[in-house]
């Protein structure tokens, strides 16, 4: 395992919001809020209305940036999302996950349990030098955030789909010589 299971989960979460932007953007209703909250863990208050939605909506651009940056300014951003949450850090283990790092109050805002989870995984990110763990798809025409956890380091896209386009991509180029 390269990183703690709750540093990979806050890693697909922030990934899988960032992407949520893309279009078809698939983070616009309280229910998608909702089923976001659920397929990722999170615990503690949802309030699941307009609002909070927005909250979370406006996050996709830091992350983008916290995945995406260079190390030194991944590091300003760790920190200052950190100060900005009021991130206390403490073991705590519900349901069936054991202990665990949770930096945020549980009743605190959805949006800044999301930022300072992220950031606290992007430490871990940091201290293991693995940020060429993190990139943006292979495929020229897309602008997703690829997570690789592979052994190998092979994931260059962030779908199926997106290798697979270029794969037939690759194949025609050949064909066409």
């Known amino acids: 395992m390269l990183f703690a299971h709750d540093t990979g989960l ?3 979460s922030a990934v899988a919001l960032v992407n949520s932007a893309e279009e078809p953007d698939t983070m616009t209703t309280t ?15 949802l309030v699941g209305d307009r609002a ?3 909250e979370v909506r406006s996050l996709r651009g830091m992350l983008r940036e916290l995945l ?10 760790i920190n200052r999302v950190l100060r900005d949450g009021e991130a206390r850090p403490q073991l705590v ?12 109050d549980d009743d605190g805002p959805l949006a800044t349990r999301i930022a300072v989870e992220s950031a606290m995984a992007m430490i871990d990110v940091i201290r293991a030098d693995e ?6 798809c292979a495929d020229p025409d897309c602008d997703d955030v690829v997570l690789d956890l592979s052994r190998n380091r092979s994931r260059r896209f962030c779908s199926v789909t997106c290798g697979n386009r270029a794969a037939v991509a690759a194949y025609r180029a050949r064909r066409a010589d």
């Open 68 to 77: 995406t940056s260079p190390r030194d300014e991944t590091v300003e951003i």
């Open 31 to 45: 229910e998608q809020l909702g089923e976001f909250f659920v397929e990722h863990g999170y615990t503690g208050r």
């Open 10 to 12: 806050a890693l697909q």
């Open 93 to 104: 283990r519900h349901g069936e996950v054991d202990w665990h790092i949770h930096a945020a």
């Open 52 to 54: 909070e939605l927005d």
């Open 131 to 136: 940020l060429s763990r993190l990139g943006v």
